[in-house]
């Protein structure tokens, strides 16, 4: 059993920065890929990005492309997004997931694990 907790979510004026955490316990940390993902409320959770076990790969959804930035110390058993030149479109719920093995996928479903989500929201 994985438990992630995220943090660092808020108000943020637009073209600002914002750094989110996700700090994990329960199985061996870089075992597997870690995702962020986010959502609005009538809309379906959305992928934002994603890091492999080991810290090598990342992958990014291209709206967030150049401006964020998925990273993990598996030291610390804690994955991190970091925002920048952040939009109001990014205003969203943003949680930290889980994969079943050590690279992700894009997909809800591949994701076994979830946080509870962290707000974020950004004011133009």
């Known amino acids: 059993q994985v438990t992630l907790i995220e943090s660092g979510g808020g108000l943020v004026q637009a073209g600002g920065s914002l750094r989110l955490s996700c700090a994990a316990s329960?199985?061996?940390?870089?075992?597997?890929?870690m995702g962020w993902f986010r959502q609005v409320p009538g809309k379906e959770r959305e992928y934002v990005a994603r890091?492999?076990?080991?810290?090598?790969?990342?992958y990014y959804t291209a709206s967030v492309k150049g401006r964020f930035t998925i990273s993990r110390d598996n030291a610390k058993n804690t994955v991190y997004l970091q925002m920048n030149s952040v939009k109001p479109e990014d205003t969203a719920v943003y949680y930290c997931?889980?994969?079943?093995?050590?690279?992700?996928?894009?997909?809800?479903?591949?994701?076994?694990?979830w946080g509870q989500g962290t707000q974020v929201t950004v004011s133009s």
């Open positions: 997931a889980g994969a079943s093995g050590p690279y992700g996928s894009s997909l809800v479903s591949e994701y076994t694990y």
């Open positions: 890091i492999s076990g080991g810290g090598s790969i990342t």
């Open positions: 329960g199985r061996t940390f870089g075992s597997y890929a």
